[in-house]
């Protein structure tokens, strides 16, 4: 099987773990004591995990559909999904590719603070979490745009590459 579909189906199935953890549990971080903690901590970690893999896909998409080149990764274990270098790749296809992560991440920021309940902690995790997603693409990730923008070319530093395995 090709890993992109091993992707889409590793990632279906956290999304879906993570809306019947919703279900089933998130009305229980309402309350008070240890069942209503560690309800809202593994919900909302569920719901942070969500957003960040809709903006792994976002930006793969991105990428995928200006025309640009980006090749899928090779390990499940990874939070990376593909990467995305200079080579093969336009100004914009790396634009395409920046802004969907940020329209995917813009909208779980709108999901979680409009449509979620506030009394939730489930609510308040994934909040938390999705807050540090926005933090991360502000401080890593638009500079690289906007530094890419200003020299009208795709920054090397773009390059997003998964680490290589070390010696255990």
Do not use: C
């Not at 969907?100 to 603070?113: D, E, H, N, R």
Request: net charge negative; no cysteine; proline share 5%.
């Amino acid at each position: 099987m090709p890993m992109l579909y091993r992707f889409v189906i590793r990632d279906l199935i956290l999304v879906a773990l993570a809306g019947a953890a919703w279900v089933l549990l998130a009305s229980r971080s309402a309350g008070d004591g240890s069942v209503a903690d560690l309800s809202g901590w593994i919900v909302g970690v569920l719901l942070f995990v969500s957003a960040y893999l809709a903006h792994e896909w976002s930006h793969y998409l991105g990428a995928i559909v200006s025309g640009g080149k980006a090749d899928i990764g090779d390990n499940l274990a990874s939070g990376f999904l593909f990467s995305f270098g200079p080579e093969g790749n336009t100004l914009g296809s790396f634009v395409a590719m920046s802004l969907g992560g940020f329209a995917a991440t813009g909208g779980a920021v709108a999901f979680f603070y409009l449509g979620l309940p506030d009394e939730y902690l489930a609510t308040r995790v994934a909040r938390g979490g999705v807050l540090f997603l926005t933090t991360l693409g502000v401080v890593l990730e638009l500079p690289l745009l906007l530094y890419g923008l200003a020299t009208r070319s795709v920054p090397k530093q773009a390059a997003v590459q998964p680490p290589e395995p070390g010696p255990l």
